[in-house]
C-alpha cells in the first residue's frame, strides 16, 4: 500500500506525515501534513476575487488570472502546526492529538504580499495586516459562525519572502491547503499562513479575533514577575529523529541515525546527538543546504558497543545560538512542543549491525533530482562518508 497521512480527525481533516515515510528535502504534497478548523470550502474560480482594503489608499478586488500576471516568487521553507506533538504531553493537553508528524517542507510559489501591499498604497498609521480565509465555522467557545482569520505585524508582511501563494511544490494547490490561494509566511507557524484566503485587511489597530486570542496564544515569563499573553509567531528550533524508531532492535557495530531539524526564521547551525540519554553528546553531520526557513537533513554513526537498552536523543542550535531544550515549558500549555523526546532502542550481540545502505543516499538523491527538475535552486550536496564506509 503506498504511504498516505496518518489520519488524526476525520472531519474536518487533520492528517499528518509519517515520519518514517520521509525520505526526501521537500515533503512530497500527498504526505504533507493537514490541518483544517472547518470543512475546505468550495470554489468557483470564475466568480473568486481577493479583496485588498482597509488602511490603504486603492483598495482593489483582484481576480485569479489578474494575481498570477505579477510576477512570482518561490520560497523553499519548513511548516508546522503549533500544536505539533500534543499527544506526547504528560499530563494530557485538550486539542487535535498530533503525533510527531504535523510538519513538512515544501516548495511556495506566489506573488510577495509586499507588492500587492505596494499596490494599494499603505496609509500611515497602519500596523497590522489581518487575513481573511473562505471557509468559516463555530467552536464549542464560541457559537458563532466566524471565518478563520490571523493578522501579521506589518514588518513581517512587508517581508519580501511572505508569499500570497497560488502553487506547492509545483503544482497548483490542492484544495486541502487552500485552492485558490493561500498566504504562506515562512519561518512561523502555520497558524499564520491563512488558507483560502479571499480578504486582506490593512488595519490601524491589534486585531483580536479568536485564532489569535483565545487560541494560537502562549503565556510567557515578562521582564518582571508576571507571565504574559503572547501570540504564537516565528518557529522554535527543534529536530526529530525520523531513524532509527522507538523500539527498533539494532545490532552491535555502526547504526546509523538520520534525522531533520529546523530553526523557524534562522537556519540550523548544529545538530547534536546522545545515545545515552543525555549524558554525552556527539555533533552529527549537516546534509544539504542550510538555509533559513529550512530544515535540514542530519545523520549521525553510532558505533554501539555492548548489547542493552539505549536511549537516543537529538537536538537542534540554530544560527544565532538558540538551544532546543530538553523539556517542555508549562507556560505554552499545548503548543511550541518542541523539546528532544527520546527514542528508546535495544542493541543485540547476535544480530549483525544492518549498514541500511542507501537511506541518506536516496535523501540526496532526491533533493538533488528534485532540483535539476525544478532547475531552481542550487543543491550542489556533497555526499558524507564515515571512516571509510560509504553509502
Ligand atoms: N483558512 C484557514 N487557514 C488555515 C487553517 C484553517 O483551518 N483555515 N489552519 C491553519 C493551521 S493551524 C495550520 S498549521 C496550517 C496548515 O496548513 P496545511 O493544512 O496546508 O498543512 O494552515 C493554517 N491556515
Ligand atoms: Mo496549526
Redesign the pocket.
Known amino acids: 500500500m503506498p504511504e498516505q497521512r496518518k489520519v488524526v480527525t476525520a472531519a ?1 481533516e487533520n492528517s499528518e506525515t509519517p515520519l518514517e515515510s520521509i525520505r526526501s528535502w521537500v515533503t512530497p504534497t500527498r504526505l ?7 470543512p475546505v ?1 468550495e470554489v468557483d474560480l470564475d466568480r473568486w476575487r481577493l479583496a485588498v482594503e482597509g488602511c490603504v489608499a486603492w483598495p482593489r478586488r483582484w481576480s485569479f488570472d489578474e494575481l498570477t500576471d505579477v510576477p512570482e516568487r518561490t520560497v523553499f521553507a519548513t ?6 506533538g500534543r499527544s506526547f504531553l504528560s499530563p494530557h493537553v485538550h486539542g487535535v492529538q498530533w503525533g510527531a508528524g ?1 510538519v ?1 517542507h515544501a516548495e511556495w510559489t506566489g506573488v510577495p504580499l509586499r507588492l500587492l501591499l505596494e499596490e494599494a498604497g499603505v496609509r500611515p498609521g497602519a500596523v497590522e495586516v489581518l487575513f ?4 468559516s465555522g463555530t467552536e464549542t467557545d464560541h457559537p458563532e459562525v466566524m ?4 493578522s501579521l505585524p506589518l514588518a513581517k508582511a512587508l517581508s519580501p519572502d511572505t508569499l500570497v501563494v497560488y502553487r ?1 511544490n509545483g503544482e497548483s494547490l490542492e484544495p ?3 485552492f485558490p490561494l ?2 504562506f509566511v515562512p519561518g512561523w ?9 479571499r480578504r486582506i485587511e490593512v488595519i490601524d489597530r491589534p486585531f483580536k479575533g479568536y ?1 489569535q486570542s483565545v487560541k ?1 496564544t502562549i503565556q510567557r515569563r515578562g521582564s518582571d514577575e508576571g507571565v504574559e499573553t503572547v501570540i504564537i509567531g516565528p518557529m522554535e528550533v527543534k529536530s526529530e529523529v525520523l531513524r532509527p524508531r522507538s523500539g527498533a532492535v539494532l545490532g552491535v557495530g555502526p547504526n546509523r541515525l538520520t534525522g531533520v531539524a529546523w530553526a523557524g526564521e534562522e537556519a540550523v547551525a548544529r545538530v547534536e546527538v546522545s545515545t545515552d540519554g543525555g549524558g554525552s553528546w556527539g555533533d552529527a553531520a549537516l546534509v544539504g543546504p542550510q538555509a533559513e526557513y529550512s530544515w535540514t537533513l542530519w545523520e549521525y554513526l553510532w558505533e554501539a558497543a555492548e548489547p542493552g537498552e539505549y536511549t537516543l536523543l537529538a537536538r537542534a542550535i540554530s544560527a544565532s545560538g538558540k538551544v532546543q531544550p530538553a523539556g517542555h515549558d508549562p507556560l505554552c500549555g499545548g503548543y511550541l512542543i518542541h523539546h528532544s523526546r527520546p527514542v528508546v532502542v535495544r542493541v543485540e550481540g547476535a544480530r549483525r549491525s544492518a549498514d541500511q545502505p542507501g537511506d541518506l543516499a536516496a535523501l540526496v538523491y532526491d533533493m538533488n533530482a528534485y532540483a535539476e527538475e525544478n532547475s531552481r535552486l542550487p543543491l550542489d550536496v556533497e555526499m558524507v562518508f564515515f571512516g571509510g564506509e560509504g553509502i
Open positions: 474536518p504533507f501534513f493537514v490541518r483544517n478548523h472547518f470550502p511548516v508546522e502546526c503549533a500544536g505539533n504535523a513538512g481573511e480565509g473562505t471557509d471565518p478563520f482569520a490571523r506547492m486541502r491547503h487552500g493561500r498566504l507557524y502555520g497558524v499564520a499562513s491563512v488558507k483560502w484566503l485564532y494560537y
